[in-house]
């Protein structure tokens, strides 16, 4: 059984606050800050560029990777990490589509993330090949999976309302249409459990600054299935991803397995920072992470419910059709988000009207379920949100 008392006391949250956001930027964790200096002023600092053999640098991308791999239901050596969660998208893509050359459509649904419809339009203009990039309502996407389908790329959880997608029988759906699959993780990883090698999925990728709290920019991570490794085509064909970066060779050879999914330097810092971070999960069970998350998020619905009547559940009712998070509409959503924030309930806005709350079970407990419903309920009920000062956009909501 996981000791959730255990892993909030290693996050260092300010006092006060109740941190509703994890599903958009984790916090800290105490070790951090040490972690990072001792990089800096050992590693860095003592061995200089010696460092990268001495202190093991280049093999940190697969080390985080593996740490990750237990917590998506991976086998270790088939996750790695650099760039960005966008970027890992592109890459993933692309692969996917080389996998199905006589194929034309990527399906996705119109709930994704934009940056991950963004970068498929990119890469079709790129290939200039008759690629369509096809949206469908996300409870459309089984009957929109034919024959003109190389990929279905679809995000688990959704951003905004906290949808989650049935991953088993979408995958085996992609599957039966001979399409590949490919995941992207980024509200889900630390969030739940996923099956993703159980589920047979070809690509997964995911950010780590959400519910694996890596810090801002965190590195991105990217699984390929162990048997499509050795022959994923990478797009972004970086000297850290060829299979001796050190030969200096003037010819592209991709590295063995998953390792060509790297591009270039690896960010050390930032790798150190989330494998710092990564020890919050040392002994947890994903499993006892969803039994918490639906406990936290259901007694925030009943308790919001009872202090906000009126207020509108933008997400499944059903914990079990929801990921992490829950979200509401509210016509002004984004003054009663400042407000919330002012009393110390931190969580965000996406335009045009929803509240989201992400609840990470490894720093909260069931006080601050209740003490953000409670203070939500007294922003609404005194109006206190129509000050105008709480409706002056900040540049990132
Ligand atoms: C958070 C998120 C991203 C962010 O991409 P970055 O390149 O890391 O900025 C992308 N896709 C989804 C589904 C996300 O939730």
């Keep these: 059984m996981t000791d959730f008392a255990r892993t909030k006391a290693l996050f260092a949250i300010p006092d006060g606050v109740v941190y509703l956001d994890g599903n958009s930027l984790g916090p800290p964790l105490r070790g951090v800050a040490a972690r990072l200096s001792r990089v800096v002023e050992e590693e860095w600092g003592g061995d200089l560029i010696r460092a990268w053999n001495t202190r093991g640098w280049m093999a940190m991308p697969a080390a985080s990777g593996d740490r990750i791999a237990r917590l998506i239901g991976a086998p270790a050596g088939s996750v790695t990490m650099g760039d960005t969660l966008s970027i890992k998208v592109f890459q993933a893509l692309a692969a996917a589509l080389a996998m199905r050359p006589d194929r034309r459509v990527i399906l996705s649904d ?43 790329m679809l995000t688990e959880v959704d951003y905004r309302t906290g949808r989650l997608h049935d991953m088993a029988r979408l995958t085996r759906a992609a599957h039966r249409a001979g399409a590949v699959a490919i995941w992207d993780l980024a509200h889900s990883a630390g969030a739940l459990p996923v099956g993703i090698a159980e589920h047979d999925a070809e690509f997964a990728v995911g950010c780590t600054y959400k519910y694996l709290n890596g810090g801002p920019g965190a590195p991105a991570f990217i699984y390929v299935r162990p048997d499509l490794a050795a022959a994923a085509r990478p797009a972004l064909s970086g000297w850290i991803g060829h299979a001796a970066p050190f030969a200096f060779e003037p010819g592209y050879r991709p590295a063995p397995g998953v390792e060509r999914m790297r591009v270039g330097t690896p960010p050390i810092l930032a790798l150190a920072a989330l494998d710092a971070a990564l020890d919050a999960f040392d002994g947890v069970d994903m499993a006892d992470v969803r039994r918490r ?46 407000a919330l924030i002012e009393r110390g309930v931190i969580g965000d806005v996406r335009a045009p009207d929803v509240l989201r709350f992400g609840f990470a079970p490894l720093y909260l407990d069931l006080d601050d379920a209740e003490r953000g419903a409670a203070i939500l309920g007294e922003i609404l009920a005194s109006g206190a949100w129509r000050e105008p000062r709480f409706s002056v956009r900040a540049a990132v909501t």
């Excluded at 998020?297 to 419910?305: D, H, I, L, P, T």
């Design 110 to 152: 119109t709930g994704n993330f934009p940056t991950d419809l963004y970068m498929a339009q990119g890469l079709i203009g790129l290939k200039d090949a008759g690629y369509r990039l096809v949206t469908v309502a996300p409870e459309n996407v089984e009957a929109a999976l034919d024959d003109t389908v190389a990929a279905m």
């Design 293 to 338: 998350s639906i406990e936290l998020s259901g007694a925030f619905v009943a308790a919001v419910a009872r202090a906000a009547p009126g207020l509108e559940l933008a997400s499944p009712r059903d914990p079990a059709a929801r990921g992490s998070q829950v979200s509401f509409r509210h016509p002004q959503a984004y003054a009663v988000m400042q």
